[in-house]
């Protein structure tokens, strides 16, 4: 079984900056992708960012440039800092891992307000 766990959400002002943190553990050892998707109300999940397990990294046209992906493999541990956050970073933010198979956090909300 493969548990991963999500934190850093929270409330912030706009242009603020926040830091958020994916930890996998169980049954899995060679991860392929990490990434983070996120579902604000009453639209679909969307990619944010990813990095697959050489270093690549891709984003979505809407973080590109504020946000950056990081994995540290060796804690199975994805990071998202985002920068210059705007009201429309509002949702609620999915870790996604991949190692053949596709698993999911439980998601951790951020919101953008003053």
């Known amino acids: 079984q493969v548990q991963l766990v999500e934190s850093g959400g929270g409330l912030v002002q706009p242009g603020g900056s926040l830091r958020l943190s994916c930890a996998a553990s169980?049954?899995?050892?060679?991860?392929?992708?990490m990434g983070w998707y996120r579902q604000a109300p009453g639209k679909q999940r969307e990619l944010v960012a990813g990095i697959t397990g050489g270093g690549t990294r891709n984003y979505g046209d809407s973080v590109r440039g504020r946000f950056t992906i990081s994995r540290d493999n060796a804690k199975k541990t994805v990071y998202l800092q985002m920068n210059r956050l705007k009201p429309e970073d509002t949702a609620v933010y999915y870790c996604?891992?991949?190692?053949?198979?596709?698993?999911w956090g439980q998601g951790t909300q951020v919101t953008v307000s003053s």
């Open positions: 996604n891992v991949r190692d053949g198979a596709a698993y």
């Open positions: 169980g049954s899995i050892f060679t991860i392929n992708y």
